[in-house]
């Protein structure tokens, strides 16, 4: 997957992800509620994402269903942002979190579990 999922892409795809199969006239409802949207933007980003083959759209309806899983556009932009601000240092994405981030015990105990994993 080598395209980019702009802010706009990313909040249709949450939508697209979370009730699909979904017609492209509920997303535009559901982007007119929680994001405030008219109809024609919603539309247009709906297109954006067809043609970067994210999502698929099928007559009749336009329903819409994704072509890419969440879990691997998250795997995706966490590679791009650690590639891009930390220099691809995985390490010290860790350490800009864990020194803003105030953890609980169990957050701690989650996080060694993941890492004892590997």
Known sequence: MKEKLF???AKVMEIIWTNSPI???EI???A???IGWNKNTTYTVIKKLEAKGFIQ???PGF???PL???NQMQKVEVASLVKKVFGGSRKALF???LDDESLTEDEINELRKLIDKR
Do not use: F
Request: charged share 35%.
């Open 7 to 9: 802010d706009s892409e």
């Open 95 to 97: 350490s800009a979190l």
């Open 68 to 70: 890419v899983s969440k």
């Open 23 to 25: 017609s492209a006239k």
């Open 57 to 59: 759209r099928e007559d």
């Open 32 to 34: 007119a509620k929680t």
């Open 63 to 65: 329903i819409c269903t």
């Open 28 to 30: 535009s409802l559901i």
